[in-house]
């Protein structure tokens, strides 16, 4: 069996995980210090977040040179340090690979300022218009125009990110050869995972104004990405079998993710699509407040399922990342049904056929941060659309109303371990601001506490070893009209497991469209639930169900 469809990773946000020396940056000997905790959890892989050298404009996504380790996250030796202490506990490492662009301050991007031709078509320089003005009317995703004019070279370059992150130029075979040997550095230190930032915008196609929105058309799942993604496979990570990918695509389609994770394995093991994440956008617009739209989020996450299965392709499963608001503030309570609806949530997800990804402190139930001031957010596109939407004429309070709910920084908090003021993470002063409810939510209290949100992931994670219909068995919503209960059942030979979610604080009745007779409670987020027919289900009430 594919190992990528029994395991569970793990990602962890290195600056924000445990720091080691005080300075207020986690760092990469806090990671290994928490082997031992991961370990507890149960988990196959951890995916570090990047701590190669950068000027941190984009929390490491800007990426200055591949090979070397930031000095804030430690050395090279702590690397292969915790490489070989994660295999002692059989846990792989996965790095995050950011290859649709560099740094500027990159020395390829150094070099081509500086007039190499060599360097130069590493990267997407244009002329601008005849009239003046960009070469196109792309928008960056932080906001603003996508490209940045360089006087010396009378050229702008392109940059779908911050104009500090260069896109580079995939068609020139050059580049293709310098990722590929990136990736095989990184397997001779033993790593085992690979996840690739936006891989799907590496191949541009046409360079033309978009006269139907903000450019992406043009840039997402481009005419060469299955080429490029084939090529990559073939002269790197592919050489190895135990290795697993994964690639986060942006604003992509279902079709080309039948290709991207595929059965064949000739492009990535599993792809991360982001489609049930925006049930609380209106269209692509996050920057809005508007409450989920449980109907749709059913729609999507169902027809993934399916689609994926149908096709032979693999997904990686999950609600939380970096880059994602805290799910249990999103999709659950916060308040009186916090420990309910954080289980509930991950049944969801755990039960579903795919790859489970845990976010750093989903497995505790941690919330949004709760800022109240503007000086308290870090992220560059937090504070570029504070200074948009004012710009717009909103008020000072709209807007912080719209960060708290949707700013990446809410995932970016320091890892909850105890209690104490600054959470256990640091005795300095902590780069960003440790959430205040570390008294209360915290790894300290949990482990060990067979009611926690962190038992439950445990449980998780064991059942899928357990139990091979999680990893192999098929996909079949349930119930999806109802406009409360989120349900779906997984059949693999004999057995047949059965997911049923209420997503709401109000009580609701299932009526189970199938025969229950024969179903035990497998795991269940109320001490008491019991099968029946006609189900009165209590808030956020989440129950597996199997027969075999």
């Known amino acids: ?282 269209g692509n617009e996050k920057w809005v407040l508007v409450p989920a739209d449980f109907g749709k989020l059913k729609e999507i996450l169902f027809s993934w399922q399916e689609g994926m299965a149908a096709h032979g392709a693999w997904n990686a499963v999950f609600w939380c990342n970096h880059d994602q608001p805290r799910v249990v503030s999103r999709f659950g309570d916060e308040g009186e049904y916090w420990k309910q609806s954080a289980k509930m949530l991950a049944n969801v997800i755990h039960a579903m056929r795919g790859t489970p990804y845990i976010y750093q402190g989903e497995e505790l139930g941690m919330t949004n941060a709760g800022f109240t001031s503007l000086d308290q957010y870090r992220d560059v596109e937090s504070l570029n659309h504070y200074r948009i939407l004012r710009d717009k004429g909103m008020s000072r309070e709209s807007v912080y109303n719209i960060l708290k709910v949707h700013s990446r920084d809410n995932s970016r908090t320091p890892m909850q371990w105890t209690g104490e003021e600054q959470g256990g993470f640091t005795t300095g002063q902590p780069w960003i601001s440790v959430n205040p409810n570390t008294r209360t939510i915290n790894a300290e209290s949990q482990v060990g506490d067979p009611d926690s949100i962190f038992a439950h992931y445990q449980a998780l994670i064991r059942l899928r070893k357990e139990y091979p219909v999680f990893a192999q068995g098929d996909f079949r919503a349930l119930s999806q009209e109802d406009p409360q209960v989120l349900a779906y059942q997984r059949r693999w030979e004999n057995t047949s497991l059965i997911c049923l979610s209420n997503f709401y604080r109000k009580e609701t009745t299932w009526q189970a469209p199938l025969d229950l007779t024969g179903y035990r409670v497998l795991l269940s987020n109320y001490p008491d639930s019991l099968p029946a027919q006609s189900w009165k289900l209590r808030p956020y009430e989440s129950v597996l169900l199997i027969k075999e």
């Open 1 to 282: 069996m594919n190992t990528f469809k029994n395991s569970v990773v793990y990602q962890i946000y290195p600056k924000s995980f445990l720091d080691t020396n005080g300075d207020g940056l986690g760092d990469l000997r806090g990671v290994i210090e928490k082997l031992d905790y991961l370990q507890t959890l149960g988990v196959d892989y951890i995916w570090l977040t990047p701590f190669f050298v950068s000027p941190q404009n984009d929390n490491g996504y800007d990426v200055a040179d591949y090979r070397a380790i930031d000095p804030r996250y430690g050395t090279m030796e702590d690397f292969e340090e915790l490489v070989a202490q994660a295999r002692t506990r059989n846990i792989k490492i996965m790095l995050d690979m950011v290859f649709n662009h560099t740094s500027t301050s990159h020395v390829w991007f150094q070099k081509a300022l500086a007039g190499d031709p060599v360097y130069r078509d590493y990267y997407i320089f244009r002329p601008g218009k005849p009239q003046g003005g960009p070469p196109t009317n792309w928008e960056s995703k932080f906001g603003r125009n996508a490209w940045e004019y360089v006087p010396q070279l009378d050229q702008y370059y392109l940059h779908l990110f911050d104009k500090t992150q260069a896109d580079l130029h995939w068609e020139n075979p050059a580049v293709r050869r310098e990722v590929q040997d990136i990736v095989r550095f990184w397997m001779e230190k033993g790593v085992k995972g690979f996840r690739f930032d936006v891989v799907n915008l590496i191949s541009k196609g046409e360079y033309a104004d978009d006269t139907q929105g903000d450019g992406r058309r043009f840039y997402t799942d481009g005419p060469r990405i299955h080429e490029f993604l084939m090529e990559l496979n073939r002269e790197s990570f592919g050489k190895d079998p135990e290795i697993i990918t994964v690639g986060e695509m942006s604003s992509t389609s279902m079709e080309n993710c039948f290709r991207y994770a595929g059965a064949d394995g000739q492009e990535l093991s599993m792809v991360f699509s982001f489609h049930h994440l925006k049930v609380d956008f209106v």
